[in-house]
């Protein structure tokens, strides 16, 4: 990486990492992910409706999301994405009363995110994820795993909340909680 001009990290977690690797600072930057404003519009949050806006990989943390989705029967989950018909806990999540599963084409994500009042996003690897800059701008607030570049994007309390990859459901869902009351307008701040 020393001999290349620049190096172009997607995050700053990972330009971190290749530091402490030896690469000389000089060598590297930071480009975030980026999404369409006008495309992503934002709305009011008026209720307990938790997005996520994934495909599934055991890396997106699936077992945390069907813990939330049993334990917090009060709150409407939406989840965009495919493949999740793979994931072993599928059925159980599906015919949860507070649980709803949609293939869209990616043109429907904005009419989608203007539903969601939290985004969580509970992966335990990321290089983005760009959803949570999508629904940032959308206004939603994002719960997120401290992966890829939400930490260089949220600010804990202020815009939305992080928690760490090992995380217990009982102590994201405390988060959520605060994010339902959080009142910052989250797009003013990506």
Known sequence: FN??????FAC???LDLWLKRGLKPEKGCVVLGGADP???QPH??????????SSYYDRKNPDLLL???RTQPDWTFILIGRN?????GFEEMKNAPNFRYVTAPYSDYPSWYAKFDVLL???????GPIPLLEAMMANVVPVASRTGFAPDLIRHGENGYLFDIDAKASDVAKLIEAAFDLKTDIRETV
Do not use: C, D, M, P
């Open 3 to 8: 001999k290349a001009t620049r190096v172009i």
């Open 12 to 14: 700053s977690q990972h």
């Open 38 to 40: 006008e495309l992503f």
């Open 44 to 53: 009011v949050r008026t209720g307990k409706t938790v997005g996520i806006s």
């Open 67 to 69: 813990e939330l989705v």
């Open 84 to 88: 999740w018909e793979e994931y072993s």
């Open 121 to 127: 996003s509970a992966s335990t690897l990321e290089g």
